[in-house]
């Protein structure tokens, strides 16, 4: 069974690609860039093929005898869809590692397709989603009754210019929440708060991410905040964006941003080793029984490419359902624990 990383180059696919062939995979490298996805393809020893996802017909010809693909190429509000649809036509699984709140929705939506197709859709494969997920769905499943979710966030580090790409799409815009079912904006008494990690307290910020999504779809809980530690460069940006306001969604602003930001280096080795992941959450019931739980992991990209990896290698061994879902949905709860440094603190 053969599988792809497209996006190979950028820094979480090269980090997927050098994780990948430690582990004897031999993953077929893709993107837009020839040049640098020959140089890539020479380092690891492994096959390469160019094609841009603007490109419909390029993109079906670089799927043949792809069972999998792991999306590595964001942002994926603009790289999604394409991607997704190609896997549709032609019967290959997808996975990716978006955070963004509408690319889970649109990517979940298509259930019916996938399943139609014999295909698992698989978005969020990475950090922070696949821990967060799990970690929301051990607390449903320990307090079946609860009617809000709050999950934080902190990750150690540094970041990728991809992620900080993504972050610039939500400069100027309000967080945001699921609220009685319905994903609007955070409530003025709800946009930070104290929270208690397994390295110690946190003040946390509420931020539109991945969760508001994927965990109502994988708890059914109906209220759900995601917050967040921000790292300095983020909050840096972030404080900028809220003096600015509607201002930072301008497109020119967004395009040099985004320019700015494609020149950060991305977290070193020795920046990653030391800077942890962690994942706080809690779940209260009507009657305002409370429970909480932490999860500890490596550094967030780390962490990353263990998760697509795994999970690569069990798509291309049929052992995930045909369907769009979330990890919790697709492999459990506990799948977190199966991480390399991965552990729960509180709950079961």
């Not at 769905?137 to 009754?145: D, G, K, N, S, T």
Request: proline residues 5%; charged residues 20%; aromatic residues 6%.
């Amino acid at each position: 069974m053969t599988w792809m990383i497209y996006g190979a180059y950028g820094y979480t696919g090269r980090l997927v690609a050098a994780l990948a062939t430690e582990r004897g995979e031999l993953p077929v490298l893709a993107g837009r860039d020839e040049r640098r996805l020959r140089d890539l393809g020479e380092l690891f020893e492994l096959e390469h093929r160019t094609f841009d996802l603007s490109d419909t017909t390029a993109t079906r010809r670089g799927l043949e005898g792809i069972d999998a693909v792991a999306h590595c190429a964001g942002p994926f509000s603009a790289t999604s869809k394409p991607m997704v649809d190609a896997c549709l036509d032609s019967s290959t699984h997808y996975l990716d590692i978006t955070g963004e709140i509408d690319v889970f929705e649109a990517v979940l939506a298509r259930g019916a397709e996938a399943k139609e197709a014999g295909i698992s859709l698989l978005p969020g494969s990475g950090f922070d989603v696949v821990p967060s997920d799990c970690l929301a769905a051990m607390l449903a499943r320990a307090l079946p009754e609860a009617v809000r979710l709050e999950l934080a966030i902190k990750m150690g580090g540094g970041v990728s210019p991809g992620t900080a790409k993504t972050a610039m799409e939500g400069l100027g815009t309000p967080g945001r929440a699921r609220i009685g079912g319905v994903i609007g904006p955070v409530p003025a008494d709800r946009r930070r708060r104290k929270v208690t990690f397994a390295d110690g307290p946190a003040t946390v910020f509420a931020i539109a991410w991945g969760d508001v999504s994927t965990a109502y779809h994988s708890t059914g809980i109906g209220d759900i905040i995601v917050y967040a530690a921000l790292p300095a460069v983020v909050a840096a940006i972030t404080g900028a964006a809220q003096m600015a306001g509607p201002a930072a969604r301008n497109s020119l602003v967004q395009g040099t941003l985004k320019r700015l930001v494609s020149r950060l280096p991305g977290p070193s080795a020795n920046a990653r080793a030391g800077g942890a992941g962690q994942l706080w959450g809690q779940v209260t019931d009507r009657n305002g029984k409370r429970l909480q739980a932490t999860v500890t992991t490596l550094n967030g990209y780390d962490l990353t490419a263990d998760s697509v990896v795994r999970i690569a290698q069990l798509l291309c061994a049929g052992k995930v359902e045909p369907g769009a879902l979330t990890p919790s949905q697709a492999f459990g709860a506990d799948f977190v624990r199966e991480l390399d440094g991965s552990e729960v603190h509180g709950i079961g």
